[in-house]
């Protein structure tokens, strides 16, 4: 049986192709996620780890909120020399280093990243841990001289002798490069600028006084461990943050996460995608290859083979496919990941492909995945094959399924569609958010899982509508065309499966994604009463200047600032919460239309008040009028009213969880240094809107990071950061289309195979080789359309669902883009035509006589 299963395995090897590529990609895209995230996480611990002090004194932040604000959190620069004095203590250095600066050229051009990497203007202090090396010019000096890293230097094309104007929180002031610092570690992608110790703490933190943290070096034979409690002694655990240097690399690497974190998930989504379109290709492949291998099957079992023997037999196949598309799969994943290096690299992220990490769960994930899918893919097949008698094999009797019942699937794909539209009506009414979502994932995989089941019991009557032109069309040529799709329907509904998943996961997507836009569009004219809008391109706080110079343009009559603040509120229900609340100046109405439910702006921004939504209010016991305790970053604490309860829907989202925002006065008091995040602006009466855009923008042309956006702007904004999403999935649905493509190839050339004698008949009673090519696409082309047909049918119901789920937080309008859906169709037809180019080229090339003859 062994030699037997080996021998056809290599026989079938061509058609066994297209269904290892399936195995290739979904393996591929695990291992390159995996081997690339590995990679990165290795070179930056690496890097944390060389940099980090022994131990690291800073300042105490009890919230893990990382908005921005602009202020700093400072400590005392006398501390490095009280932490001096510790027993244990080598050396010590007042660090300074601050990324709430914007660096511009002289020709007011960003010397910063674009690609969301920070700028830091840190002081120059070498060290055994320097991340850098001076390699021309010379340090820094004294005021107005600077380092740039050799990176950005190279990138924004600055020279030594350049003057470059460092906008920071205290002022800005102009620095001239005297030298170039070329990174010895890995480039983490940010700029990075380097004064003379004695002038950043001046330049950047507004006192020479201040430090942003203190960095000690243990004596010999000290471990961080035992020096870190001796320091802790000497200046107090509740006073100041300190971490060892293992902890400040893992704090590092932590905010690193969320970053590696994103491009994991997108590409483990890709591999479930592949692995799930995958599954339908295989189970396809190995349910045709059986019902072709009937008298080989049958005469395997007249010989004495037992219907396990024959099972096992398919499996081993299935096997040996798995290993073939893992291996071929893990060297693309290589491949993948090299790629991913070296696009970080054009990015700015200077990773080593030479030190591409490949640890042992890759492999073993890689050939988990691959073997599994085939082996789970091929089982029901391998079932199917053994339950045949060796006289209905060898009578040819054919056991892919044509003209059995489907009563089995008709009952099973009740119950379970049943059970599905029950979630979903449960997601429909459900009253919060959490229940919603939990329905609507219960149901969209149990609606799917029921159209895969009940699939076949579509085809007929979808496939009659969808081909009942082609008689009156083509003729005798389309009725055979559709008269093969309805041949055999469990062969028909696998193939469309394939391609209804990834059009049912766009359906739903693109209703969603439409019916965001049009909320936010919505929302953005009912609340958004300023005439113009200043922000930073990247929504980052910007200098006081700023604030000046806007506020200084002619035609100017009104500006309120925003500020954000990380905060936690302690509920009358017990639970504290982390979230971030804004500060406004007390003109806020002028600028925008806020909806409560009770009170006034002017009691939400008094001072000691702060408004919050009033649903959150309700759900944690909050009325009018309660006295919340508030934490602020630095340990400040505050017990502040609630002046007001807001409809956060209408609040145009001047809060983030809670709704929570007051007078710009509570965020001064309690955050100082901050800086503002926007500026709503109204011009002056008799100045157009063009006029007031044009002026604004002459203003702050000194300052290339700050933009002037009006609702329009506003709302193309929000177009392009929802695009993104879609994007998203319209690559999703191009990884789905590929490997449905390859499914339609495949079921079409083992179609052809099977219907060989057939196609020989029909050609030697006239058919040309056009119209036997014609047939073919046209089979197709139906079969493609009756998957893109229950794909968005599908895929409508959950966007549909979706929405709903997102008019709980809010976003209440719904928009269905007919377009997208229109597309998608006449799209699909197309692939039917692509995918049936080679069966057809291959079945019109066929010897008439040789076709004949075939058994």
Same mark, same amino acid.
């Given at each position: 049986?062994?030699?037997?299963?080996?021998?056809?395995?290599?026989?079938?090897?061509?058609?066994?192709?297209?269904?290892?590529?399936?195995?290739?990609?979904?393996?591929?895209?695990?291992?390159?996620?995996? !081997?690339?995230?590995?990679?990165?996480?290795?070179?930056?611990?690496?890097?944390?780890?060389?940099?980090?002090?022994?131990?690291?004194?800073?300042?105490?932040?009890?919230?893990?909120?990382?908005?921005?604000?602009?202020?700093?959190?400072?400590?005392?620069?006398?501390?490095?020399?009280?932490?001096?004095?510790?027993?244990?203590?080598?050396? %010590?250095?007042?660090?300074?280093?601050?990324?709430?600066?914007?660096?511009?050229?002289?020709?007011?051009? /960003?010397?910063?990243?674009?690609?969301?990497?920070?700028?830091?203007?840190?002081?120059?202090?070498?060290?055994?841990?320097?991340?850098?090396?001076?390699?021309?010019?010379?340090?820094?000096?004294?005021?107005?001289?600077?380092?740039?890293?050799?990176?950005?230097?190279?990138?924004?094309?600055?020279?030594?002798?350049?003057?470059?104007?460092?906008?920071?929180?205290?002022? =800005?002031?102009?620095?001239?490069?005297?030298?170039?610092?070329?990174?010895?570690?890995?480039?983490?992608?940010?700029?990075?600028?380097?004064?003379?110790?004695?002038?950043?703490?001046?330049?950047?933190?507004?006192?020479?006084?201040?430090?942003? /943290?203190?960095?000690?070096?243990?004596?010999?034979?000290?471990?961080?461990?035992?020096?870190?409690?001796?320091?802790?002694?000497?200046?107090?655990?509740? $006073?100041?943050?300190?971490?060892?240097?293992?902890?400040?690399?893992?704090?590092?690497?932590?905010?690193?996460?969320?970053?590696?974190?994103?491009?994991?998930?997108?590409?483990?989504?890709?591999?479930?995608?592949?692995?799930?379109?995958?599954?339908?290709?295989?189970?396809?492949?190995?349910?045709?290859?059986?019902?072709?291998?009937?008298?080989?099957?049958?005469?395997?079992?007249?010989?004495?083979? $037992?219907?396990? &023997?024959?099972?096992?037999?398919?499996?081993?196949?299935?096997?040996?496919?798995?290993?073939?598309?893992?291996?071929?799969?893990?060297?693309?994943?290589?491949?993948?990941?090299?790629?991913?290096?070296?696009?970080?690299?054009?990015?700015?992220?200077?990773?080593?492909?030479?030190?591409?990490?490949?640890?042992?769960?890759?492999? #073993?994930?890689?050939?988990?995945?691959?073997?599994?899918?085939?082996?789970?893919?091929?089982?029901?097949?391998?079932?199917?094959?053994?339950?045949?008698?060796?006289?209905?094999?060898?009578?040819?009797?054919?056991?892919?399924?044509?003209?059995?019942?489907?009563?089995?699937?008709?009952?099973?794909?009740?119950?379970?569609?049943?059970?599905?539209?029950?979630?979903?009506?449960?997601?429909?009414?459900?009253?919060?958010?959490?229940?919603?979502?939990?329905?609507?994932?219960?149901?969209?995989?149990? %609606?799917?899982?029921?159209?895969?089941?009940?699939?076949?019991?579509?085809?007929?009557?979808?496939?009659?509508?969808?081909?009942?032109?082609?008689?009156?069309?083509?003729?005798?040529?389309?009725?055979?065309?559709?008269?093969?799709?309805?041949?055999?329907?469990?062969?028909?509904?696998?193939?469309?499966?394939?391609?209804?998943?990834?059009?049912?996961?766009?359906?739903?997507?693109?209703?969603?994604?439409?019916?965001?836009?049009?909320?936010?569009?919505? &929302?953005?004219?009912?609340?958004?009463?300023?005439?113009?809008?200043?922000?930073?391109?990247?929504?980052?706080?910007?200098?006081?200047?700023?604030?000046?110079?806007?506020?200084? %343009?002619?035609?100017? /009559?009104?500006?309120?600032?925003?500020?954000?603040?990380?905060?936690?509120?302690?509920?009358?229900?017990?639970?504290?919460?982390?979230? =971030?609340?804004?500060?406004?100046?007390?003109?806020?109405? $002028?600028?925008?239309? !806020?909806?409560?439910?009770?009170?006034?702006?002017?009691?939400?921004?008094?001072?000691? /008040?702060?408004?919050?939504?009033?649903?959150?209010?309700?759900?944690?016991?909050?009325?009018? *009028?309660?006295?919340?305790? #508030?934490?602020?970053?630095?340990?400040?604490?505050?017990?502040?009213?609630?002046?007001?309860? =807001?409809?956060?829907?209408?609040?145009?989202?001047?809060?983030?969880?809670?709704?929570?925002?007051? *007078?710009?006065?509570?965020?001064?008091?309690? #955050?100082? *240094?901050?800086?503002?995040?926007?500026?709503?602006?109204?011009?002056?009466?008799?100045?157009?809107?063009?006029?007031?855009?044009?002026?604004?923008?002459?203003?702050?042309?000194?300052?290339?990071?700050?933009?002037?956006?009006? &609702?329009?702007?506003?709302?193309?904004?929000?177009?392009?950061?929802?695009?993104?999403?879609?994007?998203? #999935?319209?690559?999703?649905?191009?990884?789905?289309?590929?490997?449905?493509?390859?499914?339609?190839?495949? %079921?079409?050339?083992?179609?052809?195979?099977?219907?060989?004698?057939?196609?020989?008949?029909?050609?030697?009673?006239?058919?040309?080789?056009?119209?036997?090519?014609?047939?073919?696409?046209?089979?197709?082309?139906?079969?493609?359309?009756?998957?893109?047909?229950?794909?968005?049918?599908?895929?409508?119901?959950?966007?549909?669902?979706?929405?709903?789920?997102?008019?709980?937080?809010?976003?209440?309008?719904?928009?269905?883009?007919?377009?997208?859906?229109?597309?998608?169709?006449?799209?699909?037809?197309?692939?039917?035509?692509?995918?049936?180019?080679?069966?057809?080229?291959?079945?019109?090339?066929?010897?008439?006589?040789?076709?004949?003859?075939?058994?």
């Amino acid at each position: 049986m062994l030699k037997a299963t080996l021998r056809s395995f290599l026989a079938h090897k061509g058609r066994l192709m297209l269904s290892a590529l399936a195995v290739v990609l979904s393996v591929a895209f695990v291992a390159g996620s995996l !081997i690339f995230s590995d990679t990165v996480t290795r070179t930056f611990d690496r890097l944390f780890a060389s940099t980090a002090a022994n131990v690291t004194v800073g300042p105490k932040n009890d919230l893990k909120s990382s908005v921005p604000t602009g202020a700093v959190q400072t400590v005392p620069a006398a501390l490095a020399d009280r932490v001096a004095k510790v027993n244990g203590v080598v050396a %010590t250095h007042a660090d300074v280093s601050v990324q709430n600066i914007v660096v511009v050229d002289s020709h007011n051009k /960003s010397v910063g990243p674009t690609t969301g990497a920070p700028t830091i203007a840190t002081d120059w202090y070498r060290t055994a841990r320097s991340p850098v090396k001076l390699t021309s010019g010379h340090a820094p000096g004294g005021p107005g001289e600077a380092l740039l890293d050799a990176d950005t230097a190279d990138k924004k094309h600055v020279r030594i002798g350049d003057t470059l104007t460092v906008q920071a929180q205290p002022g =800005t002031f102009k620095v001239r490069v005297v030298g170039i610092a070329t990174f010895t570690t890995t480039n983490p992608g940010a700029a990075l600028v380097f004064l003379d110790p004695a002038v950043a703490a001046r330049e950047l933190l507004g006192s020479a006084d201040r430090a942003t /943290s203190i960095s000690v070096d243990a004596a010999k034979g000290v471990t961080d461990e035992v020096l870190k409690r001796r320091v802790a002694q000497a200046v107090g655990s509740g $006073d100041y943050d300190l971490k060892t240097a293992d902890e400040q690399a893992k704090s590092d690497a932590a905010g690193l996460g969320g970053f590696l974190d994103v491009i994991k998930y997108v590409m483990l989504g890709f591999a479930g995608i592949a692995v799930l379109v995958g599954i339908f290709l295989i189970v396809n492949t190995f349910s045709m290859l059986i019902a072709q291998r009937t008298r080989e099957l049958g005469l395997l079992r007249a010989l004495g083979a $037992d219907r396990r &023997q024959v099972r096992r037999s398919v499996l081993t196949e299935a096997v040996l496919l798995g290993v073939v598309g893992s291996t071929l799969g893990l060297a693309a994943g290589i491949g993948l990941a090299y790629g991913l290096i070296r696009l970080m690299s054009a990015f700015g992220m200077n990773l080593k492909a030479a030190e591409m990490v490949i640890d042992w769960p890759t492999p #073993v994930s890689a050939y988990v995945v691959g073997v599994g899918v085939t082996f789970v893919a091929a089982y029901l097949p391998a079932r199917r094959a053994a339950t045949v008698s060796p006289m209905a094999a060898l009578a040819d009797a054919e056991i892919a399924g044509v003209g059995k019942p489907l009563r089995t699937r008709a009952v099973v794909g009740t119950v379970v569609g049943a059970a599905g539209v029950a979630a979903l009506v449960g997601c429909a009414v459900a009253e919060k958010t959490a229940s919603a979502a939990s329905f609507l994932a219960l149901g969209v995989v149990l %609606t799917l899982i029921a159209t895969v089941i009940a699939g076949p019991l579509l085809v007929r009557p979808v496939i009659r509508v969808l081909g009942g032109a082609f008689p009156a069309l083509f003729g005798s040529v389309g009725r055979m065309s559709q008269r093969n799709a309805l041949r055999n329907p469990r062969r028909t509904g696998a193939t469309a499966a394939a391609l209804m998943v990834g059009l049912a996961l766009v359906g739903g997507m693109s209703v969603a994604s439409a019916s965001m836009s049009k909320s936010f569009d919505e &929302q953005i004219d009912k609340t958004l009463g300023a005439d113009f809008v200043v922000q930073n391109s990247n929504f980052q706080p910007f200098t006081q200047e700023v604030t000046d110079k806007v506020r200084g %343009t002619a035609g100017v /009559s009104l500006v309120v600032r925003q500020r954000f603040a990380p905060v936690a509120v302690r509920l009358p229900d017990g639970k504290r919460i982390e979230t =971030t609340a804004a500060g406004y100046d007390l003109r806020a109405d $002028d600028v925008a239309h !806020i909806t409560y439910t009770e009170g006034n702006t002017a009691a939400a921004l008094a001072d000691g /008040s702060f408004a919050m939504d009033a649903a959150f209010a309700k759900d944690h016991e909050v009325r009018l *009028g309660s006295t919340v305790p #508030v934490e602020f970053p630095g340990g400040r604490k505050a017990d502040l009213k609630v002046g007001a309860l =807001t409809h956060q829907a209408g609040s145009g989202g001047f809060g983030m969880q809670g709704g929570l925002f007051f *007078g710009i006065g509570t965020v001064e008091k309690y #955050v100082p *240094g901050g800086q503002d995040s926007s500026l709503y602006v109204n011009g002056a009466a008799g100045v157009s809107a063009d006029q007031l855009r044009s002026r604004l923008e002459r203003t702050l042309d000194s300052y290339p990071q700050v933009q002037v956006r009006d &609702q329009a702007d506003y709302k193309r904004l929000v177009h392009d950061q929802i695009a993104v999403l879609l994007y998203l #999935v319209y690559a999703l649905l191009g990884l789905a289309i590929v490997i449905a493509v390859l499914g339609v190839v495949n %079921t079409l050339a083992l179609s052809v195979v099977e219907r060989t004698r057939e196609i020989g008949l029909l050609r030697a009673i006239g058919l040309a080789r056009r119209q036997l090519r014609r047939m073919i696409r046209l089979e197709s082309v139906v079969i493609a359309v009756f998957g893109a047909v229950l794909g968005l049918a599908l895929g409508l119901v959950w966007g549909v669902c979706t929405q709903q789920v997102l008019a709980l937080q809010g976003m209440t309008a719904l928009a269905v883009p007919w377009g997208t859906i229109v597309a998608v169709v006449i799209g699909s037809a197309l692939v039917g035509i692509v995918a049936a180019l080679l069966p057809a080229l291959r079945a019109s090339r066929m010897n008439v006589l040789a076709a004949i003859a075939h058994e």
